[in-house]
């Protein structure tokens, strides 16, 4: 089935990880035109844009309000206009810190990291959609989000504000710009990425999974597929401030003994 993102201009944040790569090469498989956000891994970004044919790379951090607006200045003076936005980027915390040992510091970095990241992206796209009358942003969240993660009380707060709260306010704001722009989340599950990949190796995949209908872990690919759908009017035109749950089936509670 024909996505309608052939030529559509596309920003990726966070476009050098894992499921952010894989939303680059989904993206660019139906003919978008792909921006590739990196913050550190300007290596990765600049190989994978080499990889499709010279994509359009740029650095920001993405706390940095005059960062992003760059980030956006520059992306659109390359592409002519962005039509979709990708908010991938974001960082979980691989230490297991419970709430009465976390120190003040993490929860303030973990939350800029990923809610106020993805506020300041969220923002610079509205404002493209302002100019040009429509769009389409997709907001990666987690799991965390919605069933908690103990260790990572921090992590789980930033993603479940960002996939409850500001998904809901954002569906209803956009369309007082333009009537057709939309706004959709996708909540991620345990995915086999640069992000998890060690944490996986330390845990018996099938325990992981003993919450999950499907026994498996997903794979970056799984994700990046959502992200198309929902960005695609064509697909999913008439879907917003929805969150899309990509994790096998999971609950918060054990499935199988």
């Not at 139906?30 to 913050?39: F, K, N, S």
């Not at 740029?58 to 936005?85: K, N």
């Not at 810190?97 to 973990?110: A, F, M």
Request: one cysteine or more.
């Amino acid at each position: 089935m024909d996505t309608g993102l052939a030529g559509k201009c596309v920003l990726v944040t966070g476009g050098s990880g894992g499921i952010g790569s894989a939303c680059v090469r989904a993206f660019a498989a139906e003919g978008a035109r792909v921006a590739i956000h990196y913050h550190r891994g300007r290596e990765r970004a600049e190989a994978l844009a080499a990889e499709l044919g010279g994509l359009f790379v740029a650095g920001a951090d993405l706390t940095d309000e005059m960062e992003v607006d760059r980030l956006f200045y520059e992306t659109t003076d390359a592409l002519g206009s962005i039509d979709v936005c990708a908010a991938v980027a974001g960082v979980w915390p691989s230490d297991d810190e419970p709430v009465w040992r976390l120190p003040l510091d993490r929860w303030e970095s973990t939350l800029r990291a990923n809610l106020t990241a993805t506020f300041l992206t969220a923002r610079a796209f509205l404002r493209e959609v302002k100019r040009n009358g429509h769009g389409s942003l997709v907001l990666v969240g987690s799991t965390a989000g919605r069933f908690g993660e103990a260790g990572h009380a921090d992590y789980a707060a930033a993603k479940s504000a960002i996939q409850v709260g500001l998904l809901l306010s954002l569906k209803n704001e956009i369309v007082r710009i333009a009537p057709s722009a939309r706004v959709n989340a996708v909540a991620p599950g345990w995915t086999v990425s640069e992000m998890t990949r060690g944490k996986l190796e330390e845990q018996d995949v099938e325990r992981v999974t003993r919450t999950m209908s499907l026994r498996k872990v997903a794979v970056v690919d799984d994700i990046a597929r959502a992200v198309v759908v929902l960005a695609s009017d064509e697909l999913s035109g008439h879907v917003t401030g929805e969150l899309i749950t990509v994790a096998g089936g999971m609950e918060g509670r054990t499935l199988h003994p």
